[in-house]
């Protein structure tokens, strides 16, 4: 899959089949989307490109009432890269790309860079500045411009609608079961391993850790808590672990958030490798401890309801 950083990157490549969209948590609703459209350009002999954006374009207008993230742009590519994209646009979501009239983002940006002759859109899809662009106007230029146009209905179980809002709910209330039949997946952060304050290693449980937040982006993580989990990419096999996803607030007032990973009889160094977190279960609330005693109690306990999950799991 080819990654460019902005429409400018290129112009008037290979004839594409476009969608466009954030895409955040790259859903079972997405995926109908997606195969769609993978399957369209094939049959169109096109090649299949997404557009999305960065920053997320209600953190570049309202950064404080901004929804959490749900994926890293490492994850969001990831998930479209397995899901067969030929291309992705990451447009820079700026005051001059939110300025465009709808029909300037389809002049400038569809028709001379993106050279799109097929859209495939989902059904409450707006563009353009003040998202005065619809299906409609969309519609429309297709048929100055020489580009199809279709929709896709938004996707529904148990007439539940499918939506990044409903998987952000689900994790905002620890419901990893539910996130993962939203996703299709288990929900999983992945990241380099960083240097901590190496505090786990002097209590008995060292720890892989991974810088979730910034003051750019990610204010605040879509999941908080301690969990069951698994760690991807440091053996063939998934490695099971106990993480903590927060804010540390017996050891720590920066506010920072931290995934915190401990694997269970394992011990590497792998500072500066990319691995991936899962988390299965929430076990519970972060909570603030009086004393590092009580905390290490806190933390073992958390590791043997852990442990007991992956034991159970065994002999299902």
Same mark, same amino acid.
């Given at each position: 899959m080819n990654v460019f950083r902005g429409p400018t990157q290129f112009s008037a490549g290979p004839a594409c089949a476009l969608t466009i969209g954030n895409f955040d948590g790259v859903h079972r609703g997405h995926h109908a989307l997606l195969k769609e459209l993978v399957d369209g350009a094939n049959e169109?002999?096109?090649?299949?490109?997404?557009?999305t954006f960065e920053p997320?374009?209600?953190?570049?207008?309202?950064?404080?009432?901004?929804?959490?993230?749900?994926?890293?742009?490492?994850?969001?590519?990831?998930?479209?890269a397995q899901l067969g994209i030929d291309r992705v646009v990451v447009e820079?979501?700026?005051?001059?790309?939110?300025?465009?009239?709808?029909?300037?983002?389809?002049?400038?940006?569809?028709v001379k860079r993106l050279n799109a002759k097929w859209i495939l859109i989902g059904d409450d899809f707006?563009?353009?500045?003040?998202?005065?662009?619809?299906?409609?106007?969309? +519609?429309?230029? @297709?048929?100055? /411009? !020489?580009?199809?146009?279709?929709? =896709?209905?938004?996707?529904?179980?148990?007439?539940?609608?499918?939506?990044?809002?409903?998987?952000?709910?689900?994790?905002?209330?620890?419901?990893?079961?539910?996130?993962? +039949?939203?996703? @299709?997946?288990? /929900? !999983?952060?992945?990241?380099?391993? =960083?240097?901590?304050?190496k505090l786990g290693r002097q209590l008995g449980?060292?720890?892989?850790?991974?810088?979730?937040a910034n003051h750019l982006h990610h204010r605040k993580p879509a999941t908080t808590g301690i969990f069951t989990a698994q760690v991807l990419g440091l053996t063939d096999k998934p490695l099971p672990a106990v993480a903590s996803l927060g804010v540390r607030p017996t050891v720590e007032d920066e506010g920072r958030v931290l995934l915190e990973t401990h694997i269970f009889d394992y011990?590497?160094?792998?500072?500066?490798?990319?691995i991936t977190v899962e988390l299965l279960?929430?076990?519970?609330?972060?909570?603030?401890?009086?004393?590092?005693?009580?905390?290490?109690?806190?933390?073992?306990?958390?590791?043997?309801?852990?442990?007991n999950y992956f034991q159970k799991k065994a002999y299902v």
């Amino acid at each position: 899959m080819n990654v460019f950083r902005g429409p400018t990157q290129f112009s008037a490549g290979p004839a594409c089949a476009l969608t466009i969209g954030n895409f955040d948590g790259v859903h079972r609703g997405h995926h109908a989307l997606l195969k769609e459209l993978v399957d369209g350009a094939n049959e169109r002999g096109l090649v299949s490109c997404v557009m999305t954006f960065e920053p997320h374009p209600k953190e570049f207008f309202s950064p404080e009432q901004a929804p959490p993230r749900i994926l890293n742009l490492r994850d969001k590519l990831a998930a479209l890269a397995q899901l067969g994209i030929d291309r992705v646009v990451v447009e820079h979501f700026n005051a001059a790309f939110a300025r465009l009239s709808p029909e300037a983002f389809v002049s400038e940006i569809i028709v001379k860079r993106l050279n799109a002759k097929w859209i495939l859109i989902g059904d409450d899809f707006c563009y353009g500045a003040k998202r005065a662009g619809n299906f409609a106007s969309l +519609k429309a230029a @297709g048929e100055k /411009y !020489g580009f199809e146009v279709s929709s =896709i209905q938004t996707i529904q179980e148990n007439g539940t609608r499918i939506s990044s809002s409903a998987l952000r709910t689900a994790l905002a209330n620890g419901d990893m079961q539910q996130a993962e +039949k939203l996703l @299709g997946r288990p /929900y !999983g952060i992945s990241g380099h391993v =960083i240097h901590g304050q190496k505090l786990g290693r002097q209590l008995g449980f060292p720890t892989l850790n991974l810088a979730v937040a910034n003051h750019l982006h990610h204010r605040k993580p879509a999941t908080t808590g301690i969990f069951t989990a698994q760690v991807l990419g440091l053996t063939d096999k998934p490695l099971p672990a106990v993480a903590s996803l927060g804010v540390r607030p017996t050891v720590e007032d920066e506010g920072r958030v931290l995934l915190e990973t401990h694997i269970f009889d394992y011990n590497a160094d792998v500072y500066g490798k990319i691995i991936t977190v899962e988390l299965l279960e929430k076990i519970r609330d972060e909570a603030k401890y009086s004393d590092l005693e009580t905390l290490t109690k806190a933390i073992a306990a958390d590791a043997a309801h852990a442990r007991n999950y992956f034991q159970k799991k065994a002999y299902v």
